[in-house]
């Protein structure tokens, strides 16, 4: 079965750096797209980022260009969230999902990224 | 890029059914046969429900079930559970000229 495990948030003080792990094991990783999408407390669910299969596609909110880099080692079946100048606006619950393809069909159980000083 | 619309809340009692509208441009609901459907618990992962307007992954209930007119989706329940208590999501493919995917703003089902 389908599995993600999330992995590397915690508390961080603004304009620091954070990177984000996902596990992925129970399909063949390298031949879906991935996507990171986070929940800030009490609010919608908002797409931050994704990445084609072989990783040479990738897309990113306005909000985290620059800032953030996705990419994954499919030998490793893991994918990446490197977060750089990190802002409070960024604390949310990170979820990593595969792609159906076209949407995210499976999620992991997310990790809790809060920027604090 | 804009949120789609959805309404914050809607409401049944156990047996009724429920929709749940999800109202977007021809940039992404009306321009694609990209629209999905999530419920998501308190404090769980989001569930796909839906995908392509109007097609069930294998193992969520017929109870479940999409359409879409023009620039507006929706989601019926029918049959409300008291397990359908839940927040909904829809989702949209939205080209690829920017970000290829927006959420809608949620709607919270309360089961009467």
């Known amino acids: 079965q389908v599995r993600l495990v999330e992995s590397g948030g915690g508390v961080v003080q603004p304009g620091r750096s954070l990177r984000l792990s996902c596990a992925a094991s129970?399909?063949?990783?390298?031949?879906?797209?991935m996507h990171w999408v986070r929940q800030a407390p009490g609010k919608g669910l908002e797409w931050v980022s994704i990445?084609?299969?072989?990783?040479?596609?990738?897309y990113y909110v306005d909000s985290v260009k620059g800032r953030f880099t996705i990419s994954r080692d499919n030998s490793k079946n893991t994918l990446y969230l490197q977060m750089n100048s990190l802002r409070a606006e960024d604390t949310a619950v990170y979820y990593c999902?595969?792609?159906?393809?076209?949407?995210?069909?499976?999620w992991g159980q997310g990790t809790l990224v809060t920027v604090s000083s | 890029q804009s949120a789609l619309t959805q309404p914050p809340s809607a409401s049944g009692s156990p047996g009724q059914s429920v929709t749940i509208s999800c109202t977007g441009t021809?940039?992404?609901?009306?321009?694609?046969?990209?629209v999905s459907w999530y419920q998501q618990h308190p404090g769980k992962a989001p569930k796909l429900m839906i995908y392509?307007?109007?097609k069930r992954p294998s193992g969520v209930p017929d109870r479940f079930s999409g359409s879409k007119s023009g620039n507006t989706a929706s989601l019926t329940v029918s049959g409300l559970q008291a397990e359908d208590e839940a927040d909904y999501y829809c989702?949209?493919?939205?080209?690829?000229?920017?970000?290829?995917?927006?959420f809608g703003t949620g709607t919270k089902v309360t089961v009467l």
């Open positions: 999902g595969k792609d159906r393809p076209g949407e995210p069909d499976y």
């Open positions: 129970g399909f063949t990783f390298s031949s879906y797209g």
């Open positions: 990445i084609s299969s072989d990783g040479t596609n990738k």
């Open positions: 021809s940039s992404d609901v009306g321009g694609y046969n990209y």
């Open positions: 392509e307007v109007s």
């Open positions: 989702s949209s493919y939205a080209g690829s000229n920017n970000f290829p995917y927006v």
